[in-house]
């Protein structure tokens, strides 16, 4: 896979206005906004120019665990370290994430997650940039490449006294667990969250199709990235891949690097789920995303990225997160879906189903609004692109909120 392009240009003026293209009549859209709120989309009239970029939501990613070289599970991370990754995530077209932890035991989870909660309630600029918060783990799978990277020592089985822990701690934040169903009371734990809106995504799980249906009886919505915290061997035709192409009407995560799934498995699981279930996109991001190759930490350990792009804990064989960007998952996405193994690679036109992918499909998971109307906040990315090249120059403009 090729370099990425140059990062995203970011504007933050708190008016102005704009000309460009609606995504879905691909007529010219004036956009007039003052304080950082838009106050008028007026729809011209004739054909756009060619010139004239596209107006798409920001990207949203509801994996993210790290990002510019800060690693978001260490329990000594400070407010200006978060504020610096929340900036450089924003220089790659991403409009907002899903603060994520990963297992640990679960009271330093929760000291963790009090501090950044604490963070988050005392800045602006955080609250409208972190959405809310994804917990991925400690409720998964022990067995070895289903539980991936994930501290065997530390994972439990769900009580709903978790649920209460969580929600003492962050309020009515919007939240996303990651349960494997196999484990012991899973089905309750998930019947008695979503009563309080938490979505539930079903990941890292050996479970079999009959534990699947019940926990999508329960009111888990979500697949965890699809294809990873998996094993390289399973069972041929029982198996968590097949199980869910069984089911329909998920939100599936997928991580598009085309490192983890590489080319050919991305596109057949597009051509396998697209009809049956909404795709949506997600780095996985850790500490060394955006950054350089090399060694970082990811608490409590530390994780090296190769040449190659990929992370990896040393002397391990198994994937550790990514360095993936957002903007370049979606050109990556658009990228791997032109080519084809049968003759020569389409032009990547495809490129607004990967740019929806990872905006409107997750924020419509999480219950968000994705596209900016009247009244809301001024956040938007301008698209310069064509049906030969696909994307070209990105700027996200993102007014800073009050604070």
Not at 165 to 192: C, H, M, Q
Not at 261 to 280: D, E, N, V
Not at 346 to 361: G, I
Request: aromatic share 8%; with cysteine; net charge neutral.
């Amino acid at each position: 896979m090729s370099q990425s392009p140059a990062p995203t240009t970011l504007r933050t003026e708190r008016e102005g206005d704009v000309m460009a293209r609606d995504p879905q009549t691909g007529q010219p859209v004036r956009t007039v906004w003052k304080q950082g709120i838009v106050l008028e989309r007026e729809r011209l009239e004739g054909p756009a120019a060619p010139e004239i970029p596209w107006l798409l939501p920001p990207l949203l990613d509801l994996q993210v665990n790290g990002f510019g070289g800060i690693d978001f599970q260490n329990p000594a991370l400070t407010p200006a370290e978060l504020e610096t990754a929340v900036q450089a995530l924003k220089r790659h077209a991403c409009g907002g994430c899903l603060l994520t932890l990963i297992t640990d035991d679960w009271n330093a989870m929760m000291e963790k997650l009090r501090r950044l909660a604490a963070f988050r309630r005392k800045s602006a600029a955080l609250r409208s940039f972190i959405r809310g918060w994804h917990l991925e783990g400690p409720f998964l799978s022990e067995k070895d490449g289903y539980r991936g990277m994930h501290s065997a020592r530390h994972l439990i089985d769900p009580a709903p006294q978790h649920l209460q822990d969580v929600r003492a701690i962050i309020g009515p934040d919007p939240l996303l667990l990651t349960v494997a169903p196999e484990r012991p009371r899973a089905f309750d734990f998930i019947r008695e969250g979503c009563r309080s809106e938490i979505r539930f995504s079903l990941g890292h799980s050996a479970a079999d199709a009959e534990d699947l249906a019940r926990a999508v009886a329960a009111g888990a919505t979500g697949i965890t990235h699809l294809g990873n915290g998996s094993p390289r061997l399973w069972e041929r035709h029982d198996n968590w891949f097949w199980s869910v192409c069984d089911r329909q009407g998920l939100y599936v995560g997928l991580i598009p690097d085309g490192i983890h799934l590489p080319p050919r498995t991305f596109r057949g699981m597009h051509r396998a789920l697209g009809s049956r279930h909404s795709i949506y996109l997600t780095t996985d991001a850790m500490s060394a995303a955006g950054a350089a190759p090399g060694r970082y930490g990811f608490w409590p350990d530390t994780l090296e990225v190769g040449k190659d792009g990929i992370v990896r804990q040393p002397g391990s064989e198994y994937f550790a997160g990514s360095a993936l960007a957002p903007d370049d998952g979606v050109r990556r996405a658009a990228l791997m879906l032109a080519e084809r193994p049968d003759g020569p690679r389409r032009a990547p036109v495809d490129w607004q189903l990967s740019w929806r992918r990872f905006s409107v499909t997750p924020a419509a998971f999480m219950g968000f609004a994705a596209v900016p109307g009247t009244g809301d906040p001024a956040r938007f990315c301008l698209v310069q692109a064509d049906e030969i090249q696909g994307i070209g120059k990105i700027t996200l403009h993102y007014p800073e909120p009050d604070s």
